[in-house]
Structures are given as structure tokens and as C-alpha cells.
């Protein structure tokens, strides 16, 4: 799932607001983060996130979140779950449910689940809307808008990146450059990290020296919910 549009994306039959997605890798990872986006959940949905081999996940899974609620962002449609370590293991399956569904289906976008790799944002760091309309002005003055687009977005600032982790700064703007969605949870612990965390592409800035020696850099980019 790469484009955040409800007509793509994976989607339960009309009446079933119930299901799993199950996700797969050839080899074992460290799962951290999941994160559905753009879905059509409610604020009563409820989540429940198993990680082991793809035959032990139902019976005998290394990681069991339970059932619990979903913490879908209102207007968001954003849940995320974040497990309180790295699990390895070669599977995860994500256990959705959201009976009072009005839409009576459930319907996800995007989707996230994988490693992470942790690094403190500056203070200046900020989020806002990136808002896309087309006005037309009459002769008289009159102006009709219409609405186009409207993405939430974080530019941020890593002020003290240590030498050692610019492999994954690397990685980072790799994938950016193949144009790829990738996940920005900006404050883990916070209660509305759900709603603040933005998964699309990022527009990576340039990098600087922090210190004389060269032993920190600084590194900033940009990041848009994937539309």
C-alpha cells in the first residue's frame, strides 16, 4: 500500500468490520512501530497486534498486544502502536474491529509495521497543513474557491546526529529518493502521538557540522501525509 486514497486501498466486503491483515518478511526483523493511515476506523475501533512465524501467531505468538483500542485520531483515521521493544520475528498480524462502523466496511490506505531507529528532533522542529486549493477571481471581485488538497506535514531538525548513526540518515534519504512512504513519529510518548505522527514522503535538507571536531551533525528535512 503506497498511495493514501480510499478507492486503492485494502478494503473489507460490504458488512465485515472485521479482519486481519497479516504482514510477512523473508527473514526475521525488529518489529517496533505499526501504523494504519487514512483509514476509515472509528473512534471505537479496537486493535490487537501478534508478532512470531507466520504458523505461531494465532496459537503462540513472541509479542501479544491483546485486544485494546485502536487510539483512532479523530479526523485523522490514524492509529498507531508502538510495541515497548523490538520483537524479532518474520510476522505480524494486525487484528482490526470496529463493529458500529458506520461506512460498514473497514477500509486502510496505508499501513506501516517494521523497525525504527530513535533520534531527538530541535525544539524549532513544527507541524502545520499543507493546504492545496484553486481560487478563481471575477472581474467583480468575487472569489470561488475549490478545495483540492489538504496534507498534514512536519519540518524538523536533528541538531546533534552522532557519527555512528549517519548509516541510517543514509538509508533515510535513500528511500526518499526512490520516493518511498516513510513513518515520522515525532514524540512516542505523547498522548496525541497518533494524531501528530505523519507517514508519506520526506524531502530530505541538507546536512551541516555541529561541532568543530565533525562528530555531531545537524540534518533537517520535510514530510507529507501520503495523499
Do not use: K
Not at 494486525?94 to 466496511?105: A, E, K, Q, W, Y
Not at 512512504?181 to 555541529?210: D, Q
Amino acid at each position: 500500500m503506497t498511495v493514501g486514497s480510499p478507492a486503492v486501498a485494502w478494503q473489507t466486503p460490504a458488512g465485515t468490520t472485521t479482519a486481519a491483515l497479516t504482514i510477512t518478511s523473508p527473514a526475521a526483523l525488529f518489529w517496533r512501530v505499526a501504523c494504519l493511515s487514512r483509514t476509515n476506523l472509528t473512534s471505537a475501533a479496537t486493535i490487537r497486534l501478534r508478532a512470531g512465524t507466520a504458523a505461531n501467531l494465532v496459537s503462540a505468538p513472541t509479542y501479544d498486544s491483546g485486544t485494546i483500542p485502536a487510539g483512532v485520531a479523530i479526523g485523522i483515521g490514524q492509529a498507531l502502536h508502538i510495541l515497548p521493544l523490538a520483537v524479532s520475528a518474520a510476522a505480524l498480524r494486525i487484528d482490526l474491529s470496529d463493529p458500529t462502523n458506520p461506512d460498514g466496511f473497514l477500509n486502510v490506505p496505508l499501513a506501516f509495521a517494521g523497525p525504527v531507529a530513535e533520534a531527538s528532533i530541535a525544539p524549532e522542529s513544527d507541524t502545520g497543513l499543507e493546504v492545496r486549493q484553486a481560487d478563481t477571481t471575477t472581474r467583480a471581485g468575487v472569489v470561488f474557491t475549490d478545495p483540492l488538497s489538504r496534507a498534514r506535514g512536519w519540518q524538523f531538525r536533528l541538531a546533534a546526529t552522532r557519527e555512528e548513526d549517519l548509516a541510517w540518515l543514509d538509508a533515510f534519504e535513500a528511500a526518499a529518493a526512490a520516493r518511498r512512504n516513510l513513518l515520522f513519529v515525532p514524540r512516542a510518548e505523547y498522548a496525541r502521538a497518533s494524531a501528530e505522527t505523519v507517514f508519506g514522503l520526506l524531502t530530505p535538507g541538507r546536512r551541516s557540522f555541529s561541532t568543530a571536531t565533525g562528530a555531531r551533525r545537524r540534518w533537517s528535512a520535510t514530510i507529507i501525509e501520503r495523499l
